[in-house]
């Protein structure tokens, strides 16, 4: 298939590329003409301006937004409708607000054209590992995009099959692959941001606990009552057979290796805006949001006084994303 990349960040590139290898194709566009260049030079066909994307397209055009929430994806989007024909379909692939995503599907329709909102986790790693994806939008659309969404997954692979799910017919047999389509415009972005909730939540867990663990030896302590613990070590062990095991405890084993002391993060750890909307949702749901409460506003705390679990929590963000720390 073919398809227009529109933001050649760390996550658009990537989908891009992985796109490309898996024999699609890509028409790339982004505000740096050295991104474009650096896409075309791995196969892509270079454009110079959304207009020129249009040009390169052939009905029905399918164009994928990878841009920052806010204004960069709202003004991409309302210049795409205006210049999309009837058919034409409009992904955006950010961590968008998904009430924003209903608005715009709706504005859509009206245009007879197809919205569809595509909450993708992966990070850096995405290339090479695949995307994870929660897809909102009309059906036809989303099966009709079906082969780029099975490009980017990660497909089943060496994990194990959940065996009580294997003979359900009412279980999403694409799931198993990395990619869901989880309801109407928004559903999608709306599954990911409560995602990137929980994120929050387990990774001020491991953070509060590997604090606890370094501030053992504190001379508060009585003297008998001091460990001099390994940290690096716990986590590595941690890795292998626990019950804590994940992703989130492999990128904390690799940045206490590399810096014991994590003293190339200072702990003022930023937040992109889902943890806070995933809050938002919970009180207008009426749902009790303890940890996912607690983990955002411990980010918040970071950036008046620093931890040694702020930095992990900065070296994880910066593992799974490259994400950096907020200005000094």
Partial sequence: MRLAMIGLG??????????????HEVVAFDQSTEA?????????????SLEDVVAKMAAPRIFWVMLPAGEPTE??????????????????????????????????????????????????????RGFCMMIGG??????????????????????????????????DPRAEKGYIHCGPAGAGHFVKMVHNGIEYGLMQAYAEGFDVLRSKASERLPEDERFHLHLTDIAEVWRRGSVISSWLLDLSASALAKDHALDSFSGKVADSGEGRWTIDAAMEEAVPAYVLSAALFARYRSRVENTFGDKLLSAMRFGFGGHVEMPQ
């Fill in 75 to 128: 003004a991409t989007v309302e210049a795409l409708m205006a210049a999309a024909e009837p058919g034409d379909i409009i992904i955006d692939g950010g961590n968008s607000f998904y009430k924003d995503d209903i608005r715009r599907a709706k504005v859509a329709a009206e245009r007879q054209l197809h919205y569809v909102d595509v909450g993708t986790s992966g990070g850096v790693w995405g290339l090479s």
């Fill in 36 to 48: 474009v260049e650096a896409m075309a030079k791995d196969g892509a066909t270079p454009a110079n």
């Fill in 138 to 171: 009309e059906k036809d659309a989303v099966e009709l995009l079906d082969p780029i969404f099975e490009a980017l997954a990660p497909g089943i692979g060496t994990i194990p099959r959940t065996p009580e799910r294997v003979d359900r017919e009412d279980c």
């Fill in 10 to 23: 760390r996550m658009g590139a990537g989908i891009g590329r992985r796109l490309m290898e898996h024999g």
